[in-house]
T-cell receptor, first 115, second 114 residues
Framework: NAGVTQTPKFRVLKTGQSMTLLCAQD?????MYWYRQDPGMGLRLIHY???????AKGEVPDGYNVSRLKKQNFLLGLESAAPSQTSVYFC??????????????FGQGTRLTVV | QQQVKQSPQSLIVQKGGISIINCAYE??????FPWYQQFPGKGPALLIA?????SEKKEGRFTISFNKSAKQFSLHIMDSQPGDSATYFC?????????????FGKGTRLSVIA
């Protein structure tokens, strides 16, 4: 049981380049999330999805786009990378609702450096 | 505006001591309060969680204390061990509202020294 898998684990980009981070979960969760983690800033929500075909903005959405074409996958795109997007990116998935265990399961993270 | 405020930012505790991390929230609609533990190079993982209808929950050496009137909750780690050295995040959730995501505190880096 893989849980939440993020691809790639490490990446170095030049300013202005684009890339897509892939998150895949095998727990049939409805909800998926993208966070970024920076020193002293904690986990900040970028975008999230409450189901296949839906997405919503989080706390820091600028410069990122997402897509949820399949329930098990959640893609995070950077169209034109900037040094300010250097961070560790975490994907998470979970179930929601009263009476349901709402634990969020996190992937191992993607360390992105933009030079 | 930060919805969940966590303190301290970092904490150093002697082996065998008690580690205490505090969180405060403003939104009374929150109805679920989990703590996540993150080791270096890993993603956060659920450690323990509490609902506001109880004032305390204990799992092994980890205890959550919850004060609904003060809108505060805290994590206590008894008999702290070097293996507990990690970053801890408190969070808050509105399970009854359906579509809103977890809100995290900024984290506390705990170092347990021998």
């Amino acid at each position: 049981n893989a849980g939440v898998t993020q691809t790639p684990k490490f990446r170095v980009l030049k300013t202005g380049q684009s890339m897509t981070l892939l998150c895949a979960q095998d727990m049939n969760h409805e909800y998926m999330y993208w966070y970024r983690q920076d020193p002293g800033m904690g986990l900040r929500l970028i975008h999230y999805s409450v189901g296949e075909g839906t997405t919503a903005k989080g706390e820091v959405p600028d410069g990122y786009n997402v897509s949820r074409l399949k329930k098990q996958n959640f893609l995070l795109g950077l169209e034109s990378a900037a040094p300010s997007q250097t961070s560790v990116y975490f994907c998470a998935s979970g179930s929601r609702g009263t009476g349901v265990n709402t634990e969020a399961f996190f992937g191992q993270g993607t360390r992105l450096t933009v030079v | 505006q930060q919805q969940v405020k966590q303190s301290p930012q970092s904490l150093i505790v002697q082996k065998g001591g008690i580690s205490i991390i505090n969180c405060a929230y403003e939104n009374t609609a929150f109805d679920y309060f989990p703590w996540y533990q993150q080791f270096p190079g890993k993603g956060p993982a659920l450690l323990i969680a509490i609902r506001p209808d109880v004032s305390e929950k204990k799992e092994g050496r980890f205890t959550i204390s919850f004060n609904k009137s003060a809108k505060q909750f805290s994590l206590h780690i008894m008999d702290s061990q070097p293996g507990d050295s990690a970053t801890y995040f408190c969070a808050a959730d509105r399970r009854n509202s359906g579509n809103t995501p977890l809100v995290f505190g900024k984290g506390t880096r705990l170092s347990v020294i021998a």
